[in-house]
């Protein structure tokens, strides 16, 4: 079966660290995206992407980073880690721009 | 700013309520409205609604949107407690040809046995 998956479940890192979250998606879908979510605020978008090579900043970009080299990965980079970047990250695909968005397990960074 | 509300926060009730959850928003370019539900992990689709006054039912589940109220509702008829979860309302926004999804801080929703 068709799906996303995101790597590692969790991670926890050290201040100033570079860390990457994998996200890879089986479904062939053009559209990604990164989230962050925390109490009280919801999903918040990060980055997204409708295709190879292409990126866009969300939301809460500051401190982040993405790259699509091909169609299946979106992996998101903390360039150095802040302890406010300590989140639950999901990632999630959709078929075009206009469909419902399909998310994976998500990923517990914990920054100290 | 756009913005996506959600209410009530939380929500207690018994095997075999009904309860209605109620999403309201105001978005610039709205296109159509997702209703989520998320247990522990990832937020799992329930329904989408770009239509005004048409409902989408799924079980026990359903919901409908009013445009010109700008909200939504999503009810759950005789809940059990694999009801509990969180619901997640989210509008998708199609502002100067991107297209995000805006989400609301969700209810939690606790059906006790």
């Known amino acids: 079966d068709a799906e996303i998956t995101q790597s590692p479940r969790h991670k926890i890192t050290e201040t100033g660290r570079q860390v990457t979250l994998a996200c890879h998606q089986t479904?062939?879908?053009?559209?990604m995206f990164w989230y962050r979510q925390d109490l009280g605020h919801g999903l918040r978008l990060i980055h997204y992407?409708?295709?190879?090579?292409?990126?866009n900043k969300g939301e809460v970009s500051d401190g982040y980073s993405v790259s699509r080299s091909n169609t299946e990965d979106l992996p998101l980079t903390l360039e150095s880690a802040a302890s406010s970047q300590t989140s639950v990250y999901f990632c999630?695909?959709?078929?075009?721009?206009?469909?419902?968005?399909?998310f994976g397990q998500g990923t517990r960074l914990t920054v100290v | 700013e756009d913005k996506v509300v959600q209410s009530p926060l939380s929500l207690v009730v018994h095997e075999g309520d009904t309860v209605t959850l109620n999403c309201s928003y105001e978005?610039?370019?709205?296109?159509?409205l997702l209703w989520y539900k998320q247990e522990k992990k990832a937020p799992t689709f329930l329904f989408m609604l770009?239509?005004?006054?048409i409902e989408k039912k799924s079980g026990r589940l359903s919901s409908i949107l009013d445009k010109k109220e700008l909200f939504s509702i999503l009810n759950i008829t005789a809940t059990q407690t694999g009801d509990s979860a969180v619901y997640l309302c989210?509008?998708?926004?199609?502002?100067?040809?991107?297209?995000?999804?805006?989400f609301g801080t969700g209810t939690r929703l606790k059906v006790l046995a």
């Open positions: 999630a695909s959709s078929y075009r721009e206009d469909t419902e968005a399909f």
């Open positions: 479904w062939n879908h053009n559209n």
């Open positions: 992407s409708y295709g190879v090579q292409d990126t």
């Open positions: 978005v610039t370019n709205f296109r159509s």
């Open positions: 770009t239509s005004s006054g």
């Open positions: 989210a509008v998708l926004d199609a502002t100067s040809g991107t297209y995000k999804y805006i």
